[in-house]
């Protein structure tokens, strides 16, 4: 029963991915592509991934859809059709294709236990892991404490890529303050004169960003944690900045308090790996954080996946005003 | 029923390189960014084929249930961090993008070389 479910999602995700590259509309392609990433959501929650159907279905059926909706707003909504190389393109990608199907005949069966990849390190993290770390979700443990090191790279890429956005997009046609009369462009006034989505969202943003907080601290012991948090607290503010217009969000929460949560963040993820040495231990080893060990790795996790949630709701939101605060050409 | 267990990665071959097309051959730059995450989405649907375990759950330990089957914590964790970098990546793709247009006044790839030739 479940295999037929998986069945029938998989052949919609395909189809979606066929008609996102079909249509020239690009609104209709981006709008496709929210409904392609939940499909994709509900395939990693058939396939026993909650953590990362939870992060597919906050991020990329809601944060891409609007930062690719505010680039359509920036560029132009209809793409003009090119010919040339069409089946020759078109050939060497069936073959390609062919080529991979002709490859997974060699592949392990889905859900084979005795799979290579079930038989390495695996069964090693999902005996330690409560031994160790003490914490029930093995994928946060993996994620904050075995693999930490690899969390803080993934931070700071997540860093880097705001910092890029705001230097191509800040300058000459950057923000517009409220001051000089210009209230009356789109993204100023946000959806406020539209008297149901207005009255249905204010009633969800508190319930958002209730359920961000939740995801966040829950974390250790469910599906869940600081990448998810962010984004669902990024999304229930941009839900604000899309009802309310963009000046009222940014006074909710200033600039200036967004570069602060995205280098506290980091830095609050760093500081926690030094003080690991202060106490005597390795980089990111939070055993020496208390007297137990154990105690130590569930405090270490707590503070690292706060540090993560913060940056990376503070880093979305920031992408979102530089994408919001630009006037179109 | 037995070539069903490899229909997760036939629906990958044939989503990765629908992504693939739309880069090679489509001339708008908004649309090759929507053909590469779907291309990457694919890859995560690969990995996350690879953590399945039959008659598993989630990997959440339970207290006082010792015969429980879970599956791969390790897939998860990589493709967790991947989604999160890959919005950070096309976050910067499309800002790119809107300065070319922005510069150029069009975001089609032969209209932008005709441009550069031109001047």
Known sequence: ?329 | MELLGLYNYWAFAVVLMTGLYAVITKGNLIKKLIGLSIFQSAVFLLYITMNKVDGGTAPIVQKGVTDQVFSNPLPQVLILTAIVVGISTTALGLAIVVRIKESYGTIEEHEIQNLDRDS
């Open chain 1, 1 to 329: 029963m479940v295999i037929l479910f998986a069945v029938f999602l998989l052949t919609l995700l395909v189809l979606t991915a066929v008609a996102i590259v079909r249509t020239e509309n690009l609104f209709v392609a981006v709008m496709l592509t929210g409904i392609f990433s939940l499909l994709m959501a509900a395939n990693f929650f058939v396939l026993d991934a909650a953590d990362v159907a939870l992060t597919e279905a906050a991020i990329g059926a809601g944060i891409t859809t609007v930062l690719f909706l505010g680039a359509l707003a920036l560029t132009a909504e209809h793409e003009k059709s090119v010919s040339a190389g069409r089946w020759l393109s078109m050939g060497v990608v069936i073959v390609t294709t062919l080529v991979l199907i002709y490859a997974t005949f060699d592949k392990p069966r889905l859900g084979d236990p005795q799979a290579p990849v079930h038989l390495h390190v695996a069964p090693w993290y999902l005996d330690k892991t409560p031994e160790i770390i003490g914490i029930p979700n093995v994928v946060t443990a993996v994620l904050g404490s075995f693999r930490g090191y690899d969390t803080l790279g993934e931070l700071f890429v997540v860093f880097t890529a705001f910092i890029g956005v705001l230097f191509i997009l800040s300058g000459r046609r950057g923000r517009h303050l409220p001051s000089n009369g210009r209230a009356s462009s789109s993204t100023d006034q946000g959806l406020g004169h539209h008297l149901i989505p207005k009255v249905v969202g204010r009633l969800l943003i508190p319930f958002i960003v209730l359920f961000g907080f939740y995801v966040q601290f829950h974390g250790e012991y469910g599906p869940g944690g600081g990448f998810q948090a962010g984004a669902i607290v990024a999304a229930g503010i941009i839900l604000y900045a899309l009802l309310e217009g963009e000046t009222q969000a940014l006074k909710v929460v200033p600039p200036p308090a967004l570069m602060g949560m995205v280098v506290g963040g980091a830095v609050l993820y760093g500081a926690v790996g030094i003080a690991g040495i202060v106490l005597g231990g390795n980089f990111l080893d939070y055993s020496v954080l208390a007297d137990n060990p154990v105690t130590g790795q569930q405090i270490g996790i707590l503070i690292i996946e706060l540090g993560v949630g913060i940056a990376v709701c503070g880093a979305l939101l920031s992408i979102f005003h530089a994408f919001a605060a630009r006037e179109p050409s």
